[in-house]
């Protein structure tokens, strides 16, 4: 077991990053890295090592020993069902969490795992791969003392009986939790003040021209006096760093290496077939992500439909208010998508833990998503569409392809919100982005100003918007082979104006709205305009893939 300690700045973090090769923003890094005598590369750092990282990213809804089971259906490719019974068994054993087992891990809202049960889950996960070299971040941050000796007493024995390679980055750790380690790393200034057995730390830093250990210091306090230059004289840090760099421990030649274990992973189909099955179970528990706002879009447009309720008789003067009362339904549950970006953006950062200790890919990650996603679109839409079609009286008959052009535009919806939770450093930001590419879809939508009224240099938008074309493709299933009241063969009927008149049958009152909105036209191909829906959320879908594999 190997302890990384030094004072703020020290360069721990950069180090760590560095070893499990993560880019080091505003850092030159140089030299090389190699592990048990092979060059560090990403292949071999997925195979053999397995990293924990300081905060506790785990899927909220699932128990312990669920969590276990699918990290290791995940990862254990060449055992079979039983062997990876026995595995999630002895490792929960292990690490101390058979009380727990059946608890969900819960999160800041739902009560679940304490802290320390937490760490010791994350260290669960990551034992499943069984690797050669376990890296953990601080894996006593945040920790009572207790509960921090406990996790690292918890290492030193798997370190001691699976016979892998602890390295922990750790802050300020007490006499008893610095004790459990065989050696330590102390860093100063980004360089190495000493390197090598804990026990004789003590005696090297003695042996320099430096203050000696004050009467009830303990030693990790004592070497982290030392070497903090914020606090410590500037001179005495670099007579330290300097002295070690000319020592002959400073040299350390490399052994022959050792074979290691390797994880293999599971084939892409494999992968997704998981994903898919712990993701339902995550959706159905977790009542943010679809069923609440099953609920709500349904509330919502009851009440929309409620104040459009005389556009239930189709006549000339309620043309205009169907398409409203349509554009408010389906607009409605395209903004309630901003509500799950929290959820998408905490997805992602269990995600990023996830690829990097190679426990899938992310193709697999996007595909299973869109396969769940799919029903629970479904559902959403069949929610929305009751009310207007209960109350407004829209056509039956059209149902389903109505349905079907409303799913597509939250399968947008949705996609937009996945692709921006990725694409920012913090989910207000990405909420705050939400709003505005909302809010443009909406304005370009073909309702609130003709297209051909929109600047040309803002045009291009209203060709690349799926809100515009699945809303066009839903009026003209309810307007087509239907006729409306109010209009004779020469308009006799109809009420002088300022009063609408557009024409007796769908395609004539959709051409008429045409001259007040050039979207609107009896020539308006709606499987044409799903399909372009379609297309523009398979392009999200592969911006969100890219930006996966590019911020992980």
Request: proline share 4%; aromatic share 10%.
């Amino acid at each position: 077991m190997l302890a990384i300690m030094g004072g703020s700045g020290a360069g721990k973090t950069t180090l760590l990053d560095v070893l499990t090769l993560k880019k080091t923003s505003g850092v030159s890094v140089e030299g090389s890295v190699t592990l048990n005598g092979q060059p560090l590369t990403e292949n071999l750092l997925l195979k053999s090592a397995a990293h924990v990282a300081q905060d506790a990213l785990l899927w909220w809804t699932l128990t312990t020993r669920e969590t276990l089971e699918h990290c290791a259906e995940l990862y254990g490719q060449e055992l079979s069902k039983a062997q990876r019974a026995e595995l999630v068994e002895a490792v929960i054993n292990q690490t101390g969490l058979k009380s727990c087992e059946h608890t969900r891990v819960g999160n800041a809202f739902v009560k679940g795992l304490s802290g320390g049960q937490r760490k010791r889950l994350c260290i669960a996960e990551a034992l499943l791969k069984q690797p050669a070299m376990l890296v953990l971040d601080e894996p006593t941050s945040s920790l009572d003392s207790s509960s921090a000796v406990e996790v690292v007493q918890l290492l030193r024995r798997l370190a001691k009986a699976s016979n892998i390679l602890v390295i922990c980055t750790i802050h300020q750790p007490s006499q008893r939790i610095f004790g459990l380690f065989d050696d330590v790393l102390v860093l100063a200034r980004g360089q190495i003040a000493y390197a090598g057995p804990v026990k004789d730390v003590g005696r090297h830093m003695q042996s320099l021209d430096v203050p000696p250990m004050e009467d009830g210091s303990s030693l990790p306090e004592y070497l982290l006096d030392l070497t903090n230059s914020d606090f410590t004289d500037e001179q005495q840090v670099q007579k330290i760093l300097d002295n070690w760099s000319a020592s002959e421990q400073a040299i350390v030649s490399a052994e022959t290496a050792a074979p290691m274990r390797e994880a293999k992973m599971r084939g892409l189909v494999a992968q997704t077939l998981i994903l898919c099955r712990r993701l339902t179970i995550m959706t159905m528990r977790d009542p943010t992500v679809y069923s609440a706002r099953w609920v709500f879009a349904a509330t919502a447009n009851l009440v929309f439909s409620l104040i459009y309720i005389d556009a239930r008789d189709r006549n000339q003067e309620q043309a205009l208010p169907r398409i409203w009362v349509m554009s408010w339904c389906l607009g409605a549950p395209v903004f309630m998508s901003i509500v799950v970006i929290p959820v998408y953006y905490q997805d992602f950062l269990v995600y990023k833990k996830e690829i990097g200790n190679g426990m899938y890919k992310p193709a697999a990650y996007v595909l299973s998503q869109t396969i769940v996603m799919i029903p629970s679109i479904l559902a959403f839409s069949l929610f929305a569409l009751l009310p207007p079609f209960l109350i407004v009286g829209y056509n039956w008959e059209s149902f389903l392809q109505m349905l079907i052009c409303h799913a597509v535009a939250m399968l947008w919806a949705e996609c937009t919100a996945q692709l921006l939770a990725v694409c920012f450093p913090h989910f207000l930001l990405a909420m705050a982005a939400y709003i505005n590419v909302a809010f443009v879809a909406f304005l370009q939508s073909g309702m609130v100003i003709s297209i051909d009224s929109i600047d040309w240099a803002l045009r291009w938008v209203a060709y690349i918007n799926p809100w515009m074309y699945t809303l066009l493709a839903m009026i003209y299933f309810d307007f087509a082979d239907s006729s409306f009241s109010g209009f004779g063969d020469r308009g006799e009927q109809c009420a002088p104006p300022p009063a609408a008149c557009f024409g007796s049958q769908g395609d004539a009152v959709l051409d008429g709205i045409g001259t007040l909105m050039s979207s609107y036209s009896s020539s308006i191909k709606p499987w044409q305009d799903v399909g372009i829906s379609v297309a523009v959320a398979l392009v999200l879908k592969l911006l969100q893939y890219i930006a996966l594999r590019t911020f992980r």
